[in-house]
C-alpha cells in the first residue's frame, strides 16, 4: 500500500517541527540538501536504503556484459565492451562514496552486498543467453536507467545529484552504442534478426518491472516524491520509456511481447499487461534466476581483493600519506 499522509507524518514524528518546515521549505525553493545539514531521520534512511541499491546495481550491472568480453565478435565490439564494464564499476564507487557521506561506510555496504543482505536492481538478476542480450542491456535497459537517473540527478541531496549527473553522460553513451548494436543485428542475417527478437521478449518482463512497483502498491515513491528525490513516480518514469523507445523497437522491425501494449493517442498514455509485482519481490530479495551466480562473483573478487586493501591499511599505517606544503605568501 502506498504512504499516505499519516503514514509520511509518523515517519517523521520524532523529528523538531520546526526543523522540518525548514527543511521541507529549502527542498521546495530547489536548494541541495549536503550532508552536514540537518535533515529527517527518515530522509536519511530512505536515501541510504536508495543509493545503496544504486550502487550495488552498477556494479552487479557489469557482469552480465563482462562474461561476453571474451566472445565478443569483433575487436571494436570487445574494447566497447570492456569500456562499458569499467564505466559501470567506476559508476558503483562513485554511489558508494555518495552513500558514504550519509553514514555506511563503503566497506560495510560491499560486504552487505556479498553477503546477500542488500538488494539490487531486479534485471540483473537474469542471465544474459546470447550476444543479443548484451545489446538489448545496453539499449533498453541503459535506456531506462537513464530515465531514471537524470531525473535524479536533479534531485534534493546534493552528493547523490552530482554523482548522477556525471554517470548521466557516460550511460548515454552506452545506451548508443546499445542501440547501434541493436541496428546492426536488425539489419543482419535471419538468425541475427531471430536471436535479437529472442533477447528482448525475454527482457522485456524485467524492463517493464525495472522502475519499481506501480504507485499504487510502492512503499516509497510518496515518500522520495515530497521530499523531490524522486521527480516522477514509478508509472510516470515507465510511461516515459514507453513513449520514447515502443516506437523505435517497432521502427527496428521488432515485436513487443505484450498483446496488451497500445498507445491512447488522445492522452499520451500506453496501457500494458501490469506486470507481475510478486515475482518482481521474489527476484529483488534474493531468489531470481542467477542471484546466486551474481553474488558468488562478487564475492570471489572481493576476496581476491583482499591482499590489496590490506596492503594499501599496512602501508598507510607505517607511512602517513604526506600533506602538500602551503603554498608562499
Not at 571494436?76 to 555506511?104: F, I, M, N, S
Request: charged share 25%; net charge neutral.
Amino acid at each position: 500500500m502506498v504512504i499516505g499522509t499519516s503514514g509520511l507524518e509518523v515517519a517523521v514524528a520524532a523529528d523538531d517541527p520546526r526543523r522540518l518546515a525548514e527543511f521541507e521549505a529549502r527542498i521546495n525553493r530547489g536548494e541541495k540538501i549536503e550532508p552536514a545539514d540537518w535533515m529527517p531521520q527518515a530522509y536519511r534512511d530512505q536515501l541510504i536504503r536508495l543509493i545503496h541499491v544504486h550502487a550495488n546495481s552498477e556494479i552487479c550491472g557489469a557482469l552480465p556484459e563482462g562474461k561476453w568480453i571474451p566472445h565478443a565478435p569483433t575487436f571494436k565490439r570487445k574494447l566497447a565492451l570492456c569500456a562499458k564494464v569499467q564505466d559501470e564499476v567506476g559508476h558503483a564507487q562513485l554511489l558508494y562514496r555518495a552513500c558514504e557521506t550519509l553514514g555506511p561506510s563503503r566497506e560495510e555496504l560491499i560486504e552487505s552486498l556479498i553477503a546477500g543482505e542488500s538488494k539490487f536492481s531486479n534485471v540483473f538478476h537474469y542471465p544474459a543467453e546470447t550476444w543479443a542480450d548484451v545489446a538489448v542491456i545496453a539499449w533498453l535497459i541503459d535506456a531506462a536507467a537513464i530515465i531514471n537517473q537524470t531525473m535524479m540527478a536533479e534531485g534534493s541531496y546534493g552528493p547523490y545529484a552530482r554523482a548522477l549527473k556525471r554517470i548521466c553522460y557516460e550511460e548515454a553513451f552506452h545506451m548508443k552504442h546499445g542501440y547501434e548494436m541493436c541496428v546492426v543485428l536488425a539489419q543482419g542475417t535471419k538468425m541475427q534478426r531471430e536471436m535479437l527478437q529472442d533477447a528482448l521478449n525475454r527482457w522485456w518482463a524485467p524492463i517493464m518491472m525495472f522502475h519499481g512497483p506501480a504507485d499504487k502498491v510502492s512503499t516509497h515513491t510518496q515518500m522520495l516524491v515530497r521530499w523531490k528525490v524522486k521527480l516522477k513516480t514509478n508509472d510516470e518514469q515507465r510511461q516515459q520509456f514507453l513513449r520514447q523507445f515502443v516506437p523505435k523497437i517497432f521502427d527496428l522491425g521488432l515485436t513487443v511481447p505484450d498483446p496488451n501494449l497500445q498507445c491512447d493517442k488522445e492522452s499520451d498514455t500506453w496501457h500494458y499487461t501490469e506486470p507481475d509485482w510478486e515475482e518482481f519481490k521474489r527476484v529483488v530479495r534474493g531468489h531470481g534466476p542467477v542471484t546466486h551466480e551474481r553474488i558468488a562473483v562478487r564475492k570471489m573478487a572481493h576476496e581476491d581483493g583482499r591482499w590489496v586493501r590490506e596492503a594499501l591499511a599496512a602501508a598507510a599505517a607505517k607511512r602517513p600519506i604526506p600533506m602538500p606544503a602551503p603554498a608562499a605568501n
